[in-house]
């Protein structure tokens, strides 16, 4: 800037006019190339640090944003099965369950081991175990167990119920369990969550299958 003036402020009778005009041309593309140059680095650290505020945000709110993972029970198809009457109602069942641990953070989710519950109107029917394992990131864990299930503890005013239900052809069926484990993201975040399952399913007697199905 200080040269540029001392240029402007030359008398133009001076002797060395010519040469001190090129010179100026000279310092004036001079500024025009730093111009440019001090620019391009501006430009370069703006794109740098929307890069990393970018990076930083993504980070904060979807890596490191920990959810309890998905626990549930699919569909299935009973495979032995045995019903009563209206009059003498029971039920005797055994089949695989598919449980599903639907693990959608960004890191693995190691779980201990649980139990299922089965319950018809409140009252256990029969459980299963979950052995102590891990969701992969990002993965579905399939985990497929043998269950039995009987009547043969129901109450009595529980009992009269499932006649009607056995009545009608469906038999409502609850499933009830806690699946407790941490989460590690990037190999150094953890954090303790605890997945709840509450399924209720309506199984068939005539199609021997799930009819319909609700996960909380
Ligand atoms: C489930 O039962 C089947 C048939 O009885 C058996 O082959 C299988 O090993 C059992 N699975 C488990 C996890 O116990
Ligand atoms: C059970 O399944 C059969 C065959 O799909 C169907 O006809 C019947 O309506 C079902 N029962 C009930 C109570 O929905
Ligand atoms: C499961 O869901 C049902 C229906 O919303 C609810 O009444 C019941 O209290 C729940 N059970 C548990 C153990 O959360």
Redesign the pocket.
């Known amino acids: 800037m200080a040269e540029k003036n001392q240029n402007q402020y030359q008398p133009p009778e001076s002797n060395g006019y010519h040469r001190n005009d090129q010179e100026s041309l000279h310092t004036m593309e001079d500024e025009e190339a730093k111009r440019k140059k001090r620019m391009k680095w501006t430009i370069g650290i703006i794109a740098f640090i929307i890069f990393q505020v970018v990076q930083a945000l993504f980070f904060v709110l979807v890596i490191m944003k920990f959810k309890s993972p998905n626990f549930r029970v699919s569909e299935f198809n009973v495979q032995t099965f045995n019903v009563g009457t209206q009059a003498s109602p029971s039920f005797d069942m ?1 089949f ?1 369950a598919p449980i599903r641990v639907k693990n959608t953070n960004w890191g693995p989710f190691k779980y201990d081991a649980s139990t299922i519950s089965f319950t018809y109107g409140g009252v256990q029917v029969g459980q299963t175990i979950i052995p102590k394992n891990k969701a992969n990131f990002k993965s579905t864990k399939k985990i ?3 269950v039995t299930l009987s009547s043969a503890n129901l109450p009595t005013n529980i009992n009269s119920n499932l006649g009607s239900e056995l009545s009608s052809g469906v038999i409502m069926l609850t499933s009830l369990g806690e699946l407790k484990g941490k989460i590690t993201v990037m190999f150094m975040f953890k954090k303790k969550k605890t997945s709840q399952m509450n399924c209720t399913m309506a199984i068939n007697t005539t199609t021997k299958a799930v009819q319909s199905l609700l996960c909380k």
């Open positions: 055994s695989v497929d167990v043998n």
